[in-house]
């Protein structure tokens, strides 16, 4: 029946070099079997070596972009990522208001791989007092998380404090995703759900500069999961396996940070 196919919405920036931003949201979506929209906040000149320039977008285009998808798709659930400064933050907050696109996924995407600022810091405030508050899943990394709540990381109970003030900040359930961590043979991401619920997520730490795109990919993945009906929890899990798998099956591409292999999950047979 018209509409009753998954669909999802990804809300952020381009990537040029294809390995994260929306090119990244779109592919992983595919992946996942859901069918992918998007609203173009920011476009980006970017390459695995770094993000050499950005412009944000018109608001008057960005409204038009979610007034369209309203009109035509039934979308499921959504997704936030790059989103520029503080006006088109406070833009997509009143859009996210206006229209019904299913539980949202929170990436506070702030800082490239290569170390390009893809948030204002005057933006950081409107992100924690505006958008979380709107979230159903938060996904911010260490120095993300560190920002949002003023708090060290460098502990894993650090970590679990900062997830309960995520959580008093507005956020329903947050996974703070512990890939920055020193730590020399796990990866761990700790997770706390809405109902109080914690665990924490691991997976063997793999030497490779091939991870661009990974907070993008996880956040889709986890959008894609909750369209198809899935809960928090096993949307958080499937998107901590489907990162892993995408990282530990690397393609070869470009010379600086390179991007996963958003198909390697489905190769390995585990769908």
């Not at 995407?109 to 899943?137: F, Q, S």
């Not at 120095?143 to 502990?155: F, H, I, N, V």
């Not at 512990?178 to 914690?198: I, K, M």
Request: aromatic share 6%.
């Amino acid at each position: 029946m018209t509409n009753e196919f998954p669909q999802t919405l990804t809300i952020a920036g381009t990537d040029s070099g294809g390995g994260a931003g929306v090119m990244a949201d779109l592919k992983t979506m595919q992946e996942r079997h859901v069918f992918g929209t998007a609203v173009i906040v920011a476009v980006t000149a970017q390459n695995t070596k770094g993000v050499q320039d950005f412009l944000a977008l018109p608001q008057q285009l960005i409204d038009e972009q979610f007034a369209s998808l309203a009109d035509d798709f039934k979308i499921r659930a959504c997704k936030t990522g790059m989103l520029a400064d503080a006006e088109h933050v406070h833009g997509v907050v009143e859009n996210l208001k206006r229209y019904n696109f299913g539980p949202l996924t929170v990436d506070p995407v702030m800082i490239a791989k290569g170390g390009a600022a893809l948030l204002a810091d005057d933006a950081v405030a409107t992100v924690r007092d505006e958008l979380l508050p709107l979230a159903d899943v938060l996904t911010p990394n260490l120095p993300e998380a560190q920002r949002l709540t003023g708090m060290p990381l460098d502990t894993k109970e650090e970590m679990e404090a900062a997830a309960v003030e995520l959580q008093n900040l507005g956020a329903k359930n947050v996974i703070i995703k512990g890939g920055h961590e020193a730590t020399p043979d796990q990866a761990s991401d700790f997770v706390l759900l809405e109902d109080g619920r914690s665990f924490w997520l691991s997976a063997p730490r793999i030497d490779t500069v091939r991870t661009h795109g990974t907070g993008d990919t996880l956040s889709s993945c986890i959008t894609a999961e909750l369209a198809k009906g899935a809960d928090f929890e096993t949307a958080i899990r499937l998107g901590k396996d489907y990162v892993t798998a995408a990282i530990a099956h690397p393609i070869e591409v470009g010379h600086g940070h390179g991007p996963l292999n958003h198909w390697a999950y489905n190769q390995g047979g585990t769908l």
